[in-house]
């Protein structure tokens, strides 16, 4: 790892050790999923060059089989997080199949058209709730040991799940496998002509977003104990798009400060109910307009160092 | 096997809604040469070396390399069987260092690569092989640039290089020397001719010098057919090339 970014890590550690103590646990841990989340949605489009604008089907049914799995299975947090996790890879691998094969914006149509398939299932299907969602899903005990009802508890499970699934996907941008993915995001012919079967690294990509962006809804579900349509609608995939460009795409870092960004533009402008969206939307583009490549590209560019 | 030549082409067609691009071409590569295709622009060099790698779909005809049909092959195994092709259009990967752009070919001796829970540091093994090939084409001083940031001609040169990195038995050429100073024309010639033993090359050229000096056999192509084939000294004693050739020439 570079020392621009060996350096923010150690920022971001100290940051998440240090925030239960300054802020409320339920907003951090809020953040470090829907940071997650973006990180995850990063993979693709800042390492594999594709727009996926269906990601809330993984988030969202990350969601669901964890807080179904949690309530209703009575599974320990952790095996709830990871059902949820290996429902969005199978997910992921069914839809990333279907949408691979297609380029640039017909991608990010039938991502969409996918997660939207994937939505009305969710309106229909008795499981969910429909409107009311899965409510009162039970933090449980890690392990069937450790009790995760208190906040404070709960915050340094979901900062390790959080620190594993970050530094997961840095080994993957940074393994041999990143290195042919990037290859494939900047010439995909040329990769092609080296021999490199792209469709295949897609779609693994793609499987592994989805996995890491089902294990950000899975989390997610335990924290607020809840799994509503929220978590699985397009705004959702909108989202993670925001934050990503926020932040910056392709950056190892801007993700992670998208959420923040987001996750408090959204606790703060609360109070406007439905002006959220307008508000948000034109610090959006007030945004994009004066930091073109996120708010952690700018800095890079101007440390000249990668972060 | 194959026996003298190594690709062999019939009936090579390919149309575009209509438009013939490519038609009817019989070519046939003869292993160990230097094979230079020209023709005016708009000819269909360029269709012609994505139809022998796949990059399009022939309309009709037949493909062999090494006797083998692959008519049907997908690009990336056409590649896995030691064709590999450059672009016209310099390809390179912009946002990967020059020399990740060659380590990422090097890399292709592991076979896939989808290890995503090992470090690239399993990588430096192809370093050393990598700095040498960007010593032959001249790029050595420039290993930790971005190559989207090279100037044309070596953003060509390090085409060349990763190309190479493939260790290729066919490697096709399409206008490398495009673009280039005098400089550079000669050191990729010069490359070329270095490189040039226990593979074959097919190349696509209009820098006459450049196809003057390299080639064994030249195949005119005009309106996507076949014009005129043989050595250079029967090529350029051909009226018919010379009315072909005459006006359109560039250079
Ligand atoms: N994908 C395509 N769709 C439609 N027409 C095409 C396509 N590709 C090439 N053509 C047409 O086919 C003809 C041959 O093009 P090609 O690029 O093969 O020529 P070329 O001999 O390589 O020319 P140049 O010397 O300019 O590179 C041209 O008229 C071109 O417009
Ligand atoms: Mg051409």
Known sequence: ?307 | MGGDFVLETEGLTKEFRGFVAVKDVALSVRRGSVHAIIGPNGAGKTTCFNLLTKFLQPTRGVIRYEGRDITALKPAEVARLGVVRSFQISAVFPHLTVLENVRVALQRARGGSYDFWRSESLLSRYEDRARALLADVGLDRYENVPAGLLPYGRKRALEIATTLALEPKLMLLDEPTAGMTHEDVDRVVDLIRRVRAGRTILLVEHNLKVVAGLSDTITVLTRGQVLAEGDYAAISANPEVKTAYLGTEEG
């Open chain 1, 1 to 307: 790892m570079p020392r621009s970014q060996a350096i923010a890590l150690a920022l971001l550690v100290a940051f998440i050790a240090a925030a239960p103590f300054l802020l409320f646990p339920v907003y951090v841990m809020k953040v470090l999923c829907f940071a997650l989340y973006a990180c995850a949605f990063n993979l693709l489009l800042g390492y594999a060059g594709l727009l996926s604008f269906g990601h809330a089907a993984y988030f969202g049914m990350g969601s669901y089989l964890s807080a179904h799995a949690a309530k209703v299975w009575g599974f320990t947090p952790e095996l709830a997080i990871v059902t949820g996790g290996l429902t969005a890879t199978a997910l992921g691998a069914a839809f990333g199949y279907l949408a691979i094969r297609r380029q640039g914006i017909y991608f990010a149509m039938i991502t969409l058209a996918l997660a939207q398939m994937v939505y009305f299932f969710c309106v229909q299907a008795p499981f969910t709730g429909g409107e009311d969602g899965i409510q009162a899903v039970p933090r449980g005990a890690l392990l069937g040991v450790l009790d995760l009802t208190p906040d404070f508890t709960l915050y340094w499970v979901v900062a390790a799940v959080f620190l594993a699934g970050f530094l997961f996907l840095y080994r993957i941008v940074h393994s041999p496998f990143g290195q042919v993915l990037k290859a494939i995001r900047d010439n995909e012919p040329r990769a092609i002509s080296l021999g490199y079967r792209s469709d295949d690294y897609k779609l693994l990509a793609f499987v592994l977003s989805a996995a890491i962006a089902g294990i950000a809804g899975g989390t997610k579900a335990i924290v607020f104990q809840i799994a509503t349509l929220t978590d699985v609608n397009w705004p959702m995939s909108g989202e993670a798009v925001l934050m990503t460009l926020l932040g910056g795409i392709g950056t190892l870092f801007g993700p992670v400060v998208g959420a923040l960004i987001i996750v408090t533009l959204q606790a703060e402008l609360a109070q406007f109910g439905a002006w959220v969206t307008v508000i948000q939307g034109v610090i959006f583009v007030a945004c994009v307009l004066a930091f073109r490549r996120g708010v952690v590209g700018e800095l890079q560019q101007a440390i000249r160092r990668p972060l």
